[in-house]
């Protein structure tokens, strides 16, 4: 029996390594330090586009995801987490970060999207003389440098922290095809030139300079509203998805409500019930307000 015992604890004590192990690895590999670059990616009007089409969608979705996860690998990124249509990815150097914003917003434009898509302003085609700058999806990107927490569970790797809320809050702050990164970031990098875009306020983590990355030549954008998740109109130039995001979960669940969308009407019948559920999560995280409407993305 002592022997029994003796070997028990032996197998438990070896198994505790060994998961120990593979966590120390996989916490060796991820993106860390002080190099560590964040990016938070989210469509633009989403919900909108599910209610128009929801198979069309579903396909552009599917097109989406894999052309960001592809990009992750080429450079050298990490998958974080999704939220319905929301990517966030971290990547070892700002460098490696907005190369992927950079070729992302290129390539956004090469999918098979459904002329249903592309006959709605947030999906249309529009160009300068013979060049492209804009077909399909239009995706919006916030960038932030800085040092996070690190947490393993489940297998995988999730970072927590102020710079965690700084890159969210960067990303609300952009419109549909545009990237804005913040001061740590643009000073970090020689191959992409980033234009000041100005300093804002950022409800919960104080002042920051932001600035853009210029991806698609042709492509401009109006300045972002000024706070974030607060009361603030829109700017006159945009539709209600210009205006800022509702920060609480309680207060986007009152949104969907306030303006009768039902996601589940959206889905396609043979989507099993996980994907609604994943669909719910992101209709209500897309959601916005503004001082003047109310509206889902």
């Not at 319905?84 to 917003?105: E, K, R, T, V």
């Not at 090469?110 to 995706?139: A, F, H, K």
């Not at 009407?265 to 999560?281: D, F, G, N, Q, Y």
Request: hydrophobic fraction near 40%.
């Amino acid at each position: 029996v002592g022997l029994l015992c003796a070997l028990a604890a032996a197998g438990g004590l070896l198994l505790l390594y060994r998961r120990r192990t593979a966590q120390w690895r996989v916490l060796a590999a991820v993106p860390h330090g002080a190099g560590l670059t964040l990016v938070f990616t989210d469509i633009q009007n989403s919900s909108h586009l599910w209610s128009l089409n929801p198979d069309a969608m579903w396909d552009a979705l599917t097109q989406h995801n894999k052309l960001v996860r592809d990009l992750v690998y080429s450079y050298h990124g990490y998958e974080v987490k999704t939220i319905g249509d929301s990517f966030m990815l971290a990547f070892h150097n700002p460098q490696d970060a907005l190369n992927f914003c950079y070729a992302l917003q290129y390539q956004l434009m090469t999918l098979n999207y459904d002329p249903s898509l592309t006959s709605q302003p947030d999906c249309s085609v529009e160009m300068d003389g013979e060049m492209t700058i804009w077909r399909g999806l239009r995706v919006r990107i916030g960038v932030h440098t800085g040092e996070a927490e690190l947490e393993f569970k489940n297998g995988y790797v999730d970072y927590f922290g102020s710079n965690v809320n700084v890159c969210a809050r960067i990303e609300s702050l952009a419109y549909g095809g545009q990237v804005l990164v913040s001061k740590d970031t643009a000073f970090h990098t020689s191959d992409h030139s980033c234009s000041l875009v100005g300093d804002y306020e950022l409800k919960g983590v104080g002042a920051h300079t932001v600035y853009e990355l210029p991806t698609v030549q042709g492509r401009s954008f109006p300045a972002p509203v000024k706070a974030w998740g607060l009361d603030t109109a829109a700017p006159a130039c945009g539709p209600a998805d210009t205006a800022p995001r509702t920060e609480s979960i309680r207060s986007r669940f009152r949104v969907c409500l306030a303006c009768g969308y039902s996601p589940l009407a959206h889905m396609p019948r043979t989507s099993p019930p996980v994907l609604k559920e994943i669909v719910i999560s992101f209709v209500h995280v897309g959601c916005v307000q503004s001082s003047d409407a109310v509206s889902c993305r």
